[in-house]
């Protein structure tokens, strides 16, 4: 009974539409037409009764829209269902690189640019870091400042060292000489023993210099290592730190303030600020404002929009003729809907990429295409269909959406806009050809870029079938009658 209710609305709202094929008391009769005296004549050419008139009132009441006729490969196009998705290096998950309290700055959904400012961690771990890093700059300072007083000892040694080798050579020619004079039976034995005396004591002397001068150079030596030792300290604290607060390293050693006070950036730091990467929108909170963050807590999601890929399911069965690079295109879910907002116009296209893996259980294959420009009815979840092109050197047919075929009993029809009149269709018999399930071929009666009625086609067959095919004519009342008048 609600069926039949809603095909007679929709016949009342064609009937008052399509009141210039109505009769209205004053119009032409027996295919003729009246004249002042009421005479008929028969010089107006009948009217083809599949012509329909569909002004812009009848085509916004039904919600009437059009197709182009366009070439494309029917039976070398593979279907499959799929979802989109962000790509892997879409979504970037920022973390408390320490434990602290987070200051939120953004809120969720907030865009975002690079370099903004997405929230703060008073952390008292960062403190205790930048004491680890005053420590080593101030143990290279210490073992600096002590090389520095190597140098005049080691001088102050090698002068002493040379004075000794010269008193020695002096004793050692003065025993010499006394030895020979001993010889000779002359010189005195206690001047002997008194030259040979110093000539001992200056050599210990001697010794302990160079012994102490050897013990100056090792422990010059060991200040260099501790010096290296904590120069790499300092650097690999320094590459900590700069991992810690996302700022470059050189960038933190860069002093600040006076030159007097200057201090090392990282000295400076309160607060550790995340900054985010790359422009995109907070898609996620993980905790709220002021709340405690352990280490490696996710604290704020952001993803890039326009960085998505279509993922769909193929059958492993069509693997014969699945192949990374082939071409591809992502249409609309659903051809028929009424007033959608997306059309059969905004699909996407892409190359074809096959998955690694298959699906044992439901016996299919990932499909990923990353479409060349995003349309603005892709988002994340959204369902679609992928259109790929076996064999691009196959010819293309002339088609058109199944959806646009209606069928009066077993026989389909179309309706295709007249050339030249916008405001008239004509309805005829489709010849038709194969199909994939969303487009068909049409074999003749058009031609490439007609345009057909999609979305009304299925109002204007209730309302033509059976009807203006036997020559019928609707009233203004929405009332149809057979024949002429």
Same mark, same amino acid.
């Given at each position: 009974?609600? =069926?039949?209710?809603?095909?007679?609305?929709?016949?009342?709202?064609?009937?008052?539409? =399509?009141?210039?094929?109505?009769?209205?008391?004053?119009?032409?009769?027996?295919?003729?037409?009246?004249?002042?005296?009421?005479?008929?004549?028969?010089?107006?050419?009948?009217? @083809?009764?599949?012509?329909?008139?569909?002004?812009?009132?009848?085509?916004?009441?039904?919600?009437?829209?059009?197709?182009?006729?366009? %070439?494309?490969?029917?039976?070398?196009?593979?279907?499959?269902?799929? %979802?989109?998705?962000?790509?892997?290096?879409?979504?970037?998950?920022?973390?408390?690189?320490?434990?602290?309290?987070?200051?939120?700055?953004?809120?969720?959904?907030?865009?975002?640019?690079? $370099?903004?400012?997405?929230?703060?961690?008073?952390?008292?771990?960062?403190?205790?870091?930048?004491?680890?890093?005053?420590?080593?700059?101030?143990?290279?300072?210490?073992?600096?400042?002590?090389?520095?007083?190597?140098?005049?000892?080691?001088?102050?040694?090698?002068?002493?060292?040379?004075?000794?080798?010269?008193?020695?050579?002096?004793?050692?020619?003065?025993?010499?000489?006394?030895?020979?004079?001993?010889?000779?039976?002359?010189?005195?034995?206690?001047?002997?023993?008194?030259?040979?005396?110093?000539?001992?004591?200056?050599?210990?002397?001697?010794?302990?210099?160079?012994?102490?001068?050897?013990?100056?150079?090792?422990?010059?030596?060991?200040?260099?290592?501790?010096?290296?030792?904590?120069?790499?300290?300092?650097?690999?604290?320094?590459?900590?730190?700069?991992?810690?607060?996302?700022?470059?390293? @050189?960038?933190?050693?860069?002093?600040?303030?006076?030159?007097?006070?200057?201090?090392?950036?990282?000295?400076?730091?309160?607060?550790?600020?995340?900054?985010?990467?790359?422009?995109?929108?907070? $898609?996620?909170?993980?905790?709220?404002?002021?709340?405690?963050?352990?280490?490696?807590?996710?604290?704020?999601?952001?993803?890039?929009?326009? %960085?998505?890929? =279509?993922?769909?399911?193929?059958?492993?069965?069509?693997?014969?003729?699945?192949?990374?690079?082939?071409?591809?295109?992502?249409?609309?879910?659903?051809?028929?809907?009424?007033?959608?907002?997306?059309?059969?116009?905004?699909?996407?296209?892409?190359?074809?990429?096959?998955?690694?893996?298959?699906?044992?259980?439901?016996?299919?294959?990932?499909?990923?295409?990353?479409?060349?420009?995003?349309?603005?009815?892709?988002?994340?979840?959204?369902?679609?269909?992928?259109?790929?092109?076996?064999?691009?050197?196959?010819?293309?047919?002339?088609?058109?959406?199944? +959806?646009?075929?209606?069928?009066?009993?077993?026989?389909?029809?179309?309706?295709?806009?007249?050339?030249? @009149?916008?405001?008239?269709?004509?309805?005829?018999?489709?010849?038709?050809?194969?199909?994939?399930?969303?487009?068909?071929?049409?074999? $003749?009666?058009?031609?490439?870029?007609?345009?057909?009625?999609?979305?009304?086609? =299925?109002?204007?067959?209730? $309302?033509?079938?059976?009807?203006?095919?036997?020559?019928?004519?609707?009233? +203004?009342?929405?009332?149809?009658?057979?024949?002429?008048?």
């Amino acid at each position: 009974m609600k =069926f039949m209710i809603r095909l007679t609305l929709i016949t009342s709202m064609l009937a008052v539409s =399509f009141m210039l094929m109505a009769c209205d008391g004053g119009a032409a009769r027996d295919g003729g037409h009246a004249e002042d005296e009421g005479e008929f004549t028969d010089d107006q050419p009948p009217q @083809n009764p599949n012509l329909i008139d569909i002004p812009s009132a009848v085509r916004s009441n039904l919600g009437i829209s059009f197709v182009e006729v366009e %070439r494309r490969r029917v039976e070398k196009t593979l279907r499959a269902p799929g %979802r989109f998705e962000y790509q892997p290096a879409a979504r970037r998950e920022y973390r408390t690189p320490v434990p602290g309290r987070v200051e939120l700055i953004v809120d969720q959904l907030a865009r975002v640019q690079a $370099s903004a400012l997405l929230y703060r961690i008073d952390s008292p771990s960062w403190r205790d870091f930048q004491q680890k890093l005053t420590e080593a700059e101030s143990q290279i300072d210490r073992l600096s400042t002590q090389t520095q007083t190597y140098g005049p000892l080691l001088e102050a040694h090698q002068a002493h060292e040379e004075s000794l080798h010269a008193t020695i050579a002096v004793w050692t020619e003065r025993v010499t000489g006394l030895e020979r004079l001993s010889e000779a039976g002359g010189g005195r034995v206690d001047e002997l023993t008194q030259a040979r005396a110093s000539l001992s004591s200056t050599r210990a002397g001697l010794a302990e210099v160079q012994e102490k001068k050897a013990q100056l150079l090792a422990e010059r030596e060991q200040a260099r290592a501790g010096i290296r030792a904590a120069q790499s300290r300092l650097s690999y604290l320094l590459d900590a730190a700069a991992a810690i607060t996302g700022i470059d390293r @050189n960038d933190l050693i860069t002093p600040v303030g006076e030159q007097e006070t200057a201090e090392p950036r990282w000295a400076t730091i309160d607060k550790i600020e995340v900054r985010s990467d790359v422009p995109g929108v907070v $898609s996620h909170l993980g905790l709220t404002n002021g709340a405690w963050a352990d280490e490696k807590t996710p604290v704020v999601t952001v993803v890039q929009p326009d %960085r998505l890929r =279509f993922r769909a399911s193929g059958l492993q069965s069509d693997l014969g003729v699945l192949r990374d690079r082939l071409s591809a295109r992502i249409v609309p879910p659903t051809p028929t809907a009424t007033g959608r907002s997306i059309q059969l116009g905004e699909s996407m296209t892409g190359t074809l990429v096959l998955g690694l893996e298959g699906d044992p259980n439901d016996r299919t294959v990932d499909l990923y295409v990353v479409p060349d420009t995003l349309k603005s009815w892709a988002r994340p979840g959204v369902s679609a269909q992928l259109e790929i092109i076996t064999d691009a050197s196959a010819e293309a047919e002339r088609a058109i959406p199944l +959806a646009a075929v209606q069928r009066d009993g077993l026989t389909p029809y179309i309706f295709r806009r007249t050339p030249g @009149n916008p405001d008239q269709v004509v309805r005829m018999e489709a010849d038709l050809g194969k199909n994939d399930g969303r487009w068909v071929e049409l074999l $003749s009666g058009v031609a490439d870029g007609d345009q057909i009625v999609l979305d009304g086609a =299925f109002q204007l067959m209730l $309302s033509t079938s059976g009807a203006i095919q036997k020559g019928g004519h609707f009233h +203004a009342d929405g009332s149809f009658h057979e024949g002429e008048h």
